[in-house]
């Protein structure tokens, strides 16, 4: 339960990600928030109840193929 005031934002919550970080285990890519949401650092989460969120970082940039460069 979470202890924080205000309190964090349950797992079943849509801002669910805003919980605090309890633990964090950079080296391995991924902190567990205090509502039990596992968030990983491709912005992925598994939920308390085995729901998996996928990842929602925006695309990354498109760079220029050499067919898509025009030879002047």
Not at 48 to 53: C, F, L, N, Q
Request: proline share 14%.
């Amino acid at each position: 339960m979470c202890r924080h005031i205000p309190q964090c934002p349950a797992a079943s919550a849509s801002d669910h990600l805003a919980a605090h970080v309890v633990n964090s285990h950079p080296e391995q890519g991924w902190s567990l928030l205090c509502n039990g949401v596992v968030v990983f650092e491709d912005t992925g989460a598994l939920l308390p109840d085995g729901v998996v969120e996928p990842p929602h970082r925006p695309p990354a940039p498109r760079t220029p193929q050499a067919a898509d460069r025009v030879s002047a």
